[in-house]
């Protein structure tokens, strides 16, 4: 159980690194031009619709950018869940219970995260797998 402890962790742990490289990546393209393209849809969407209220253009930007942020957020949370599966994998051999909780917690931040079901998975299969006690092997018996 050792061995798909340690893959499950190492491919969990390397998938949500990637997975936070594109949340930060996407949350910071948010943040700087997100304004930029919702003018041009604020546009479209007045030709259709004539919404009262006048200029709300700061609003707009607020929300926009705490969506970034929020995003940004998520991804660092998929990063800390990433580097706990990646560490908690590498641990499998010489303390497999702290490496059990390690990959318990890193499923619980790859839900909050959104990063989804399947990382959660991963980490928990690899973290239940790393607490499950291995059978000792049975001395062979001998002849008398």
Do not use: H
């Amino acid at each position: 159980m050792r061995k798909a402890s340690y893959v499950l962790g190492m491919v969990g742990g390397c998938l949500a690194l990637v997975g936070a490289v594109l949340y930060i990546v996407g949350g910071l393209f948010i943040v700087f031009t997100g304004t930029l393209f919702f003018d041009e849809i604020m546009a479209i969407i007045n030709n259709f619709v004539n919404l009262p209220g006048g200029s709300t253009n700061w609003i707009n930007t607020f929300v926009i950018g705490m969506g970034g942020v929020l995003i940004v957020v998520l991804g660092v949370l998929c990063a800390v869940a990433g580097i706990l599966g990646l560490v908690g994998a590498r641990k499998i051999e010489k303390n497999n219970v702290k490496a059990g909780v390690l990959m318990l917690v890193a499923a619980g931040l790859s839900l909050i995260a959104g990063f989804g079901f399947f990382l959660m998975i991963l980490f928990l299969l690899g973290g239940i797998f790393a607490l499950v006690k291995e059978k000792s092997p049975e001395p062979p018996e001998q002849p008398q």
